[in-house]
């Protein structure tokens, strides 16, 4: 499998994650989202995914070599074809909580701050990356800590890694970004920590990547 | 079960069709999203879902009444609950790109086009929603009908309906509103009419429901 990814899109993060969890080896192909006006808008990768976003997962499906894009979907293929270990529960109320949550940050939160739509907000519009982002992820984080409240152990939903805290940690490490003030939402810093004593989530983190400009 | 819906909430829209297509009854409560300053942020809602929006479903699941949110996580745990007739095709790659197309739709257009963003937008930017919204839907629909074009018969994957059409018909509704030119996806253009053709999209239509103002 080859992924095309950048070390700080937070889409690629989770796959990246859910590639490690599940031990899963990956060459790994750096789409630069910002110089020359941004790789992913190049030919190459257009028709890799029309979106001219990453990540996109390049795989062998039954004898096809076959691009495949958002990072949802990339997660719910991975969970199909390689189960273990697991990034779902096994009950039908885990598994809709664990995909709630990750929706409240994939639908909910990420979008809002997504590159493409801060850029058109600030040439178009003449808005403020921070000041516009900044509400959008501190309501949409409170949401996800009183949601979690209910279903969380050590992890979002019980006491495994699932598809939300998958897409928790990049939302977190974002917060941080836009100066959102995340120091009474304890059961996320605790979870985050609980998420980032792991190898898998340590290997997936940006400053980790071969892109990284650290 | 439950489904707090408004009738014009496209999020509201896909479960209802998914619902329909399962041929699974429901009991259906209107949300109002405007009047009041948005019936979704009263306590009665916040306690049913953390977000403040529709749809929710409320389900007994293994003796315990759940509220669930979110679109996507409430399919997924339809087709999981309820398999059949599938939303999903069998193969892997089919439903990897049925889930990518309505990704497409779920976190690439829909939450630009979102009720509480264009509120602050207007609010606190004075930015216009059409002039927003058109080029969002009208790139994301471009690039769902190229997508499109590798895996369609008579619907988005296939010739069965799939979570892409339960996303996209909403969609398309959407981009009528705000005026963006389809008559050149004439791929859509026909996926439509193929869905449209069948009952449980006509039952899941905004116009049929209970609190539609037409």
Request: charged share 20%; no cysteine.
């Given at each position: 499998m080859k992924l095309y990814s950048y070390w700080r899109s937070s889409s690629s993060w989770r796959v990246r994650t859910a590639l490690a969890f599940k031990g899963l080896d990956y060459e790994y192909e750096a789409i630069h989202l910002l110089e020359q006006g941004g790789i992913q808008h190049s030919e190459a990768h257009k028709a890799r995914n029309s979106m001219e976003q990453v990540p996109v997962l390049e795989v062998d499906i039954d004898g096809e070599t076959r691009h495949l894009a958002q990072s949802m979907a990339i997660l719910e293929f991975l969970e199909e074809t390689h189960p273990e270990p697991a990034l779902l529960p096994e009950d039908a109320f885990g598994r809709a909580r664990s995909r709630q949550l990750a929706e409240i940050v994939n639908?909910?939160?990420q979008p809002v701050q997504n590159l493409l739509l801060l850029q058109r907000l600030g040439r178009s519009f003449d808005v403020d990356a921070k000041a516009w982002c900044a509400p959008f992820i501190a309501d949409g984080l409170a949401a996800y800590e009183k949601l979690a409240r209910e279903t969380a152990g050590d992890?979002?939903?019980?006491d495994a890694p699932t598809f939300a805290d998958i897409c928790l940690i990049p939302q977190m490490y974002n917060a941080r970004r836009f100066k959102v003030?995340?120091?009474?939402m304890e059961l996320l810093l605790q979870i985050e920590q609980n998420c980032m004593a792991l190898d898998a989530f340590k290997a997936a983190h940006p400053d980790q990547q071969p892109d990284a400009a650290v």
């Open positions: 639908s909910g939160i992890f979002s939903v019980g003030d995340m120091s009474e």
